[in-house]
């Protein structure tokens, strides 16, 4: 049963994607194209002062409810050698008269980090997240639209489901 789980796991682990930045914003495009993301757009708020509208779109593909994208929030910052997260929390919310679901992370706040002694000169860029990572449907459909402070960042993750197994 531990066997299972763990190549479960393994698998999970093997068909994510890497991680990739979301356009902040509405998307740039020409003709027909621009004029149906505005419109998509016109459903949610416009972003308040002191955050920044991400408006990630995913192209149309097979079995679409088989994939989930996964959320990554955070900033690029110098660490030292310990793991470090931000603190925040993704909040769900629903655009009135829409019914459409967007996400917002009200703010970042310093987290925490492990206290291990670091060697000298051990610091690094590196992206810290907020420890919540949201998955939401894949939809080719409609945009996914998160509001962050203006000094945070949205990478992504697509997650595809393995083949469905039984329990004996």
Known sequence: MRNIAFASLAALAVTACATAPVVAQ????TGQAAENANDQLKAFPAA?????????????VQNEDELKVELIIGKTQQIDCNNHVLGGEVQTRTAEGWG???YVVPRLGPGASTLMGCPNNSTREAFVTIPQQTLVRYNSRLPIVIYTPEDAEVRYRIWRAGEVRGLN
């Open 100 to 102: 459409y679901d967007y």
């Open 26 to 29: 509405a998307p740039t495009a």
């Open 48 to 60: 308040t002062a002191g955050q920044k509208r991400h408006v990630l779109t995913v192209p149309a």
